[in-house]
C-alpha cells in the first residue's frame, strides 16, 4: 500500500495528500513527513529520527517522485533542528557549552551528506522543470542546514540575523560594539586533523560520486563531513564548481524573467560565507571563482522596484552584503579586487542615500556601513570618502538616540580619521592601493569638521535629557561621538594641512569629559564593562545572575573605551583626571567584593567575541590609570586588576598583554621586578619568529595600523614548528603561579651563573608579587592550587633556595597561606585541589616533553 500511495506523488502537493491518505489508514510511521513538533518525548524523537532515515533512504532512491519527496522531508526536518540549535545558542547567551555536534552525529543517517550533494548534481540536469526547481533549492537549504549543525559554532554564519530574533556575539562585536576585527578562531584550533586526501581535479564541472564511486569512500566522506563539514565540501565533495554550475543555471533562468527563491539565496551565501571562516584561502578562491559573485552581485545588488514601491529587495541584499563583510575580513588581498568589491560601490552609495522606512533597510544600510569600515581599514575605496560623507550629511544632522544610522557613520567617520592617522604618521606611505596625488584622506578632517563640531555642541544635550528608559541607546550614540571626536583629534595633528584643518576646541572636549563625569552614564557603563573583573577565568563566570543583554554590554564596553581614549587627552588635568580616578576606584572596589569570592562554578565558556569587547574595556581603563600614574592610591586593588585581565586575554590579545607587562610602577613591588617582567615580554616577542609576528599583528590590529588581514592572527611566514608554540595566549587563570612551578633551562648565550640569577630574579619577583596580592588583594584561586604552586619552589637548586629574599619570601607566602582561614574551611577541599592541581601540571608536562626534548634553549628562562 506504501508503494502504492508513493507511486502517485507528481507534484509537491501530491505529497501532502499521499500524507494525509495515509494517516487514514494508519501508516503515517511508514511514510517521511516534513510537520514534525520540537518536543522532548522520547517517543517524538523516536519517530524523527526513524522518519529521517526514511527519508534519506528515499534520496537514493530509482524514483525520482520518491527522490523529491525525501528531500522535501530531509530539508524541512534540517531546518526544524536548525531553528532549534539556534534558540538554544540564543538561551545560553552563545556560549560554546551547548556545543553537542559529537552526540549530534548519532541523530543523522550516515550517509545523508553525500546523499544531498548527489541530490544537488541530479536536480541540475532536472533544474529547467518546476520538479526539478524544488530538488535544487531543497538539496541548496539541506546543506546550509547540515553545515550550521556541524560547523564549529564559531563558524557559523548567519546570513539572515532577524531571523533568529537577535545577533550572535560576532555580529554584535561589528554593529554594537562597532569594531571590524575577526576574533573567529582558526580552523586549525577547532576541528580534528584528518587523513583523507582531496580528490583529483577532473572532469570540466562539479560533479561527484558518480556512479563509480566506492560505497568505502562516501562512508568515510560522511564520516569526515559530521566532524569538519567545509573542509569535505572544500576538498572531496568540489563544493565551489557546484555552485558555480547552480548559478550559472540561475543566471540563464533570471534573464528569462524568472526570480531566485529567497531561501535558495540565503543559502547559498550562507555556504559561500562558512567555507570562508574555515579557510582563508577558501575565502581568496571564492573572490576570485568568475562563476560566483559576479552574478551574485548584478542579482543582489541592482535595484528591482516591487509593489511596495522598495528599490533594493532586502532579502537578496542582507545576505549578500554579509557574505562580503566575511569574505573581506580574511584579507586585504580579497578586499583589494575589483570584483566584486569595488565595483559594488555605487550601489553601496545607492543604498546609503535612501531614506529607510523599516527595520530590514535599515539592517541594509548598517551592513553597508560595516563593509566601508572594513574597507578603509585596509586603506582602501579611500577614492569614495569624500562622496559619501556628503552622502552621510542628512543622516548626520540630527544627532539623536533615535537615529540609528547616525550611529554607524560617526563611527564610519572615526575609521576615516583613523586611516587618514595611518597614512600621515607612515613615512613614504605603505599602503600602496592609494595614489600619491590622492589628497582624499589627509583633506577628509576639513569635510568632517561640521560633523565633528555638531557632536560637542549635541552630546551634552543628550545627556541632559538622558532617561533609564533610553540609556542604551543614549551610550550608543555617545560612544560613535567619543571615538569620532578622538579620532579626529588624532588626525588632526598629524594632517599635513594643518593651515587648513580645523583643530578640535580643547575646550569643547573638556566639556564633553565634564558632562559625562557628571551624568550616570559613566557609572552605569563601568559597572557594566568591568562587571567581570578580578575573575581569574572565564570558567568562574555565571551567566545567570546577569540581566543585561548582549547587545547592551557590548554597548557599555565601546562607550568606555572611547571615552578613555578621548579622556587620555586630559590626563595631567589637575580637574579631570581625579575624579576619573576616584570614579574607577569606585567601581573596582565594587567590583572586587563581588567577585573576590572563589566561585565554585562549571563555568559556560563564554563567547569568544564576548570576552574580547571585556578585554578591551578593560584595557583601555587599565591604560588610562597606568597614563596618569595612578600612584599608590588602590595599587594592590589595579594590580590585581591586571594580573587577572592577563589571565583572560586571548589570542590577538598579544599588544595588550605587552603593554601591561611594560608597565614597570605596576609590578614594582618591594624591589624590582624587571626580570619577572622581562621574561613575558621575552616570550611576547622574541621567543620565536612567529610570536614576533603574531605580537606585530596584534598590534595593528589594536592601534590602527596598516593591515593585511582583520583576523585576529597573524599571516605566519613560516609553517608551524612542532617544537614552539605559536601562540603565548592564553596564558591561564593560574599564570603568575606558574612561575614557581616552572622548569629552570639553561642559559648557554649567558653562562650558566647569569641564568641561575636571572632565575633567582624572576622567581623572586614572582614571589614578591604573589606576596603583595595575598595581603591585600587575593586572587581568585583555590587554597590547594596555590600551595602545589609554591611547594614547587622547594624543587629549584640551592644555588636558588639559599637567596635570602626568596627563603623570607616563601616562608611568609607560605603562612600566609596556611596561617589564615581559608574560605575552603575543609581540609579535604584544600588537599582534593592540590592532588587535582597536581594531576594537571603533570598532564601538561608529559604533553610537553616529545615537542622539548630535542629543542635547544638559548635564554635562560623558566618554561612552564
Not at 559530521?226 to 565540501?233: E, K, R
Not at 579557510?279 to 576570485?288: E, H, R, T, V
Not at 588602590?634 to 590585581?640: C, D, F, K, V
Amino acid at each position: 500500500k506504501v508503494a502504492e500511495l508513493l507511486s502517485k506523488i507528481r507534484t509537491p502537493e501530491d505529497m501532502d495528500l499521499a500524507y494525509n491518505e495515509a494517516i487514514e489508514l494508519g501508516l503515517a510511521p511508514s511514510l517521511p513527513t516534513s510537520s514534525l513538533e520540537s518536543t522532548n518525548d522520547k517517543n517524538s524523537t523516536d519517530e524523527r529520527n526513524s522518519t529521517l532515515h526514511t527519508a534519506t533512504s528515499l534520496l537514493r532512491s530509482t524514483s525520482f517522485r520518491q527522490r523529491l519527496l525525501g528531500a522535501r522531508s530531509v530539508c524541512n526536518i534540517l531546518e526544524e533542528d536548525v531553528k532549534a540549535m539556534l534558540i538554544e545558542r540564543q538561551r545560553s547567551c552563545f556560549s560554546i557549552s551547548t556545543d553537542d555536534r559529537m552526540s549530534l552525529q548519532k541523530s543523522y543517517p550516515p550517509l545523508l551528506p553525500v546523499a544531498i550533494r548527489c541530490i544537488l548534481d541530479e536536480s541540475l540536469a532536472l533544474a529547467h522543470t518546476s520538479s526539478g526547481m524544488a530538488l535544487l533549492s531543497q538539496g541548496l537549504r539541506s546543506i546550509h542546514c547540515l553545515m550550521k549543525l556541524f560547523v564549529h559554532p564559531y563558524h557559523v554564519v548567519n546570513v539572515n540575523p532577524s531571523s533568529i530574533g537577535a545577533y550572535d556575539p560576532f555580529e554584535l562585536y561589528a554593529t554594537s560594539f562597532m569594531s571590524d576585527i575577526s576574533h573567529v578562531p582558526s580552523g586549525a584550533e577547532l576541528y580534528p586533523p584528518t587523513t583523507i586526501t582531496p580528490i583529483e581535479k577532473s572532469g570540466t564541472n562539479g560533479s561527484c560520486y558518480r556512479a563509480d564511486s566506492s560505497a568505502a569512500s562516501a562512508e568515510s566522506d560522511s564520516k569526515v563531513f559530521y566532524n569538519d563539514p567545509p573542509w569535505i565540501l572544500l576538498s572531496r565533495m568540489r563544493i565551489l564548481p557546484c555552485l558555480s554550475d547552480v548559478i550559472a543555471f540561475l543566471s540563464k533562468d533570471v534573464s528569462s524573467g524568472g526570480r531566485i527563491q529567497v531561501a535558495t539565496l540565503q543559502s547559498i551565501c550562507g555556504i559561500l560565507a562558512m567555507l570562508a571562516v574555515r579557510l582563508p584561502g577558501a575565502a581568496l578562491a571564492i573572490a576570485n571563482h568568475k562563476g560566483l559573485l559576479p552574478f551574485l552581485a548584478s542579482y543582489c545588488l541592482s535595484p528591482r522596484p516591487d509593489e511596495s514601491g522598495a528599490l533594493f529587495d532586502t532579502q537578496n541584499v542582507l545576505p549578500f552584503l554579509i557574505l562580503l563583510c566575511t569574505l573581506a575580513r580574511q584579507s586585504k588581498d580579497v578586499a583589494g579586487l575589483d570584483m566584486p568589491f569595488d565595483s559594488i560601490m555605487p550601489h553601496l552609495q545607492g543604498i546609503l542615500c535612501l531614506q529607510t522606512d523599516n527595520e530590514n533597510e535599515l539592517e541594509v544600510q548598517i551592513w553597508s556601513l560595516v563593509l566601508l569600515r572594513i574597507l578603509v581599514r585596509y586603506g582602501l575605496a579611500i577614492e569614495h570618502v569624500q562622496s559619501l560623507i556628503s552622502i552621510a550629511a542628512p543622516h548626520v544632522a540630527v544627532q539623536r538616540p533615535q537615529n540609528t544610522i547616525c550611529v554607524h557613520f560617526l563611527s564610519f567617520f572615526a575609521d576615516i580619521c583613523d586611516a587618514s592617522n595611518v597614512i600621515q604618521s607612515q613615512s613614504g606611505s605603505q599602503l600602496s592601493s592609494i595614489p600619491e596625488q590622492d589628497n582624499s584622506l589627509p583633506m577628509s578632517a576639513v569635510w568632517l569638521s561640521s560633523s565633528v563640531k555638531s557632536c560637542t555642541t549635541s552630546l551634552p544635550a543628550l545627556l541632559r535629557d538622558c532617561s533609564s528608559d533610553d540609556r542604551d541607546s543614549v551610550l550608543k550614540m555617545a560612544s560613535s561621538q567619543l571615538r569620532f571626536l578622538s579620532s579626529f583629534a588624532t588626525a588632526a595633528k598629524q594632517s599635513t594641512t594643518t593651515a587648513s584643518v580645523p583643530i578640535l576646541s580643547k575646550e569643547s572636549c573638556r566639556s564633553v569629559i565634564e558632562g559625562i563625569l557628571e551624568s550616570d552614564l559613566l557609572k552605569h557603563a563601568l559597572e557594566t564593562s568591568l562587571g567581570w573583573s578580578y575573575r581569574a577565568s572565564w570558567l568562574e563566570v555565571d551567566d545567570e545572575s546577569r540581566a543585561i543583554a548582549l547587545e547592551n554590554e557590548a554597548i557599555a564596553c565601546a562607550f568606555v573605551i572611547s571615552f578613555m581614549d578621548l579622556a587620555a587627552n586630559f590626563a595631567t588635568d589637575n580637574v579631570i583626571a581625579p575624579k576619573l580616578l576616584v570614579a574607577v576606584l569606585s567601581v573596582l572596589n565594587n567590583v572586587k567584593s563581588q567577585n573576590g569570592e572563589l566561585a565554585h562554578t562549571n563555568g559556560n565558556n563564554v563567547h569568544v567575541a564576548r570576552q574580547s569587547w571585556f578585554v578591551e574595556a578593560e584595557y583601555s581603563v587599565l591604560k588610562y590609570l597606568s597614563d596618569i600614574g595612578a600612584g599608590e592610591n588602590g595599587r594592590s586593588l589595579i594590580l590585581a586588576f591586571a594580573v587577572t585581565l592577563v589571565g583572560r586575554m586571548n589570542v590577538g590579545h598579544e599588544a595588550l598583554a605587552y603593554f601591561v607587562f611594560g608597565q614597570q610602577d605596576l609590578f614594582r613591588v618591594n624591589g624590582c621586578t624587571d626580570l619577572f617582567r622581562s621574561l613575558f615580554l621575552g616570550e611576547l616577542s622574541v621567543a620565536s619568529r612567529d610570536r614576533k609576528e603574531q605580537l606585530e599583528h596584534s598590534a595593528k590590529l589594536f592601534n590602527k595600523g596598516p593591515l593585511n588581514s582583520l583576523r585576529c592572527t597573524a599571516d605566519f611566514s613560516t609553517a608551524a614548528n612542532a617544537r614552539q608554540e605559536r601562540f603565548f595566549l592564553p596564558v591561564g587563570t593560574t599564570w603568575i603561579w606558574n612561575v614557581l612551578s616552572s622548569t629552570i633551562t639553561s642559559g648557554e648565550a649567558y653562562g650558566e651563573d647569569q641564568g641561575i640569577k636571572n632565575a633567582t630574579g624572576i622567581v623572586a619577583g614572582a614571589l614578591s608579587l604573589l606576596m603583595q596580592l595575598e595581603v591585600s588583594c587575593p586572587l581568585q584561586v583555590n587554597t590547594g592550587t596555590k600551595l602545589y604552586h609554591l611547594c614547587n619552589v622547594c624543587l629549584f637548586p640551592e644555588e636558588i633556595l639559599r637567596d635570602d629574599t626568596i627563603a623570607a619570601s616563601l616562608s611568609l607566602l607560605f603562612s600566609q597561606l596556611c596561617g589564615v582561614p581559608s574560605k575552603e574551611s575543609n581540609d579535604f577541599v584544600v588537599v582534593r585541589d592540590f592532588i587535582q592541581e597536581c594531576f594537571q601540571h603533570s598532564r601538561l608536562s608529559r604533553a610537553k616533553k616529545a615537542t622539548d626534548d630535542e629543542a635547544t634553549d638559548t635564554d635562560p628562562s623558566l618554561a612552564t
